[in-house]
């Protein structure tokens, strides 16, 4: 966990830890955000950081701090476990259920300047990596870094969670965290999650698969912009990466479903 007065670099943002809260910087779109998270306080959601004072504090946001180990390499042990995906699953489905009655307000912005909100469109986290939840004492504490939350459909948030916790990732990264190339595990860890979430793991793959070029899209058509996270993700060669991880989702489809 990062230390009181410690300051850290994430994989965009440099923030920094002062007591319980934490400093981000300040963004186009952290009005919009902090509305978000305002209201998810508001409807009593617990696992996500709150949204503290009125404005930016030397052009950052602050928002509580989440206790716990953050889901990086090595994954912690919860998140290993079968019950770290369950854990994951229910807490997306308490998080839709949150945040189904949020409605942006009309000027609201967000990190895609494209992005709009429209009737049967909810607000999704954006980015559900393993390494922006929080695990202590076996239990999920939480998801932080709501950078990149931006309206979309329910089931994407699922299959980004899928991609990343389950993990649905090239075998080095699966080695990585801790499994064996592909395999029954993964196809395991996909059901339990869907089971938690409710959703068919078939059509979570589906939408994985087509999440991956719309992000792959996104980055071609706002890196060239100049503009971060999307310039940064250009120049990390996120576009290759991505096609690669699509390539293997779906040539392991069948195996993932369980079915081979
Ligand atoms: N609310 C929070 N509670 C606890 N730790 C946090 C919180 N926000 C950020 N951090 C710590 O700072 C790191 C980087 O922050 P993050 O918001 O994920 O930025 P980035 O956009 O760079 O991914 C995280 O990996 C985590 O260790
Ligand atoms: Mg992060």
Request: hydrophobic share 40%; proline share 7%.
């Amino acid at each position: 966990m990062i230390q009181d007065d410690e300051s850290m670099r994430g994989g965009l943002s440099t923030v920094r830890r002062e007591g319980e809260t934490i400093l981000r910087p300040w963004r186009v779109w952290t009005p919009a955000v902090r509305e978000l998270l305002r209201h998810l306080e508001q409807v009593g959601f617990a696992g996500v950081p709150r949204a503290l004072g009125d404005g930016p504090v030397d052009g950052h946001e602050v928002v509580s701090l989440l206790r716990g180990e953050v889901g990086l390499y090595p994954w912690p042990r919860a998140l290993l476990a079968d019950g770290g995906v369950t854990a994951l699953g229910r807490w997306l489905r308490d998080y839709h259920d949150a945040v189904r009655d949020f409605r942006p307000s009309s000027q609201a912005v967000w990190c895609d300047p494209d992005a709009r909100w429209r009737p049967g469109l909810i607000m999704r986290h954006g980015d559900l990596t393993s390494w922006n939840s929080v695990w202590a004492d076996d239990r999920l504490v939480g998801v932080i870094d709501w950078d990149l939350a931006i309206p979309g459909e329910a089931l994407d948030d699922l299959a980004q969670l899928a991609w990343y916790s389950v993990p649905l990732r090239l075998p080095d990264r699966q080695r990585r965290v801790g499994y064996g190339a592909g395999g029954a595990p993964l196809a395991r860890r996909l059901r339990l999650l869907c089971d938690a979430y409710g959703a068919d793991p078939a059509d979570v793959l589906d939408a994985l698969a087509r999440l991956q070029c719309d992000e792959t899209e996104r980055i071609a058509r706002l890196g060239p912009l100049g503009a971060d996270p999307w310039a940064a993700f250009l120049r990390q060669n996120f576009i290759p990466d991505i096609e690669e991880e699509r390539a293997w989702a779906l040539a392991q489809r069948e195996e993932l479903l369980g079915h081979a």
